[in-house]
């Protein structure tokens, strides 16, 4: 069975870099800032944004085929620190 070898450009690269540094930086600011955190608990698009932190699709796709094992770290840290309704909330239309 063959397997599909994707090239990614360097400005993907870039981007999924800056996605995995914006994780980082998700993970750094829930471990101190409670109000923060309540926030992105309550309304985690508009806490996110609000913070200039949110992350394109694409990039996080990138990350997870050029990193996996960096994405499945940072993954684990961040839901440690988050409620398992998050990814729900974060991918829910926002007219629900």
């Known amino acids: 069975m063959s397997q599909q070898v994707v090239e990614y450009s360097a400005e993907q690269i870039s981007d999924a870099n800056k996605a995995a540094l914006t994780m980082e930086a998700l993970i750094g600011r829930l471990s101190h800032d409670e109000d923060f955190a309540t926030h992105l608990a309550n ?20 990350l997870m085929a050029i990193d996996p094992e960096r994405f499945d770290k940072l993954c684990e840290a961040l839901f440690d620190l988050v409620d398992s309704d998050f990814l729900h909330m974060m991918s829910a239309p926002s007219c629900a």
């Open 43 to 62: 309304n985690p698009r508009e806490a996110l944004e609000a913070s200039d932190m949110m992350m394109e699709k694409e990039a996080v796709q990138v």
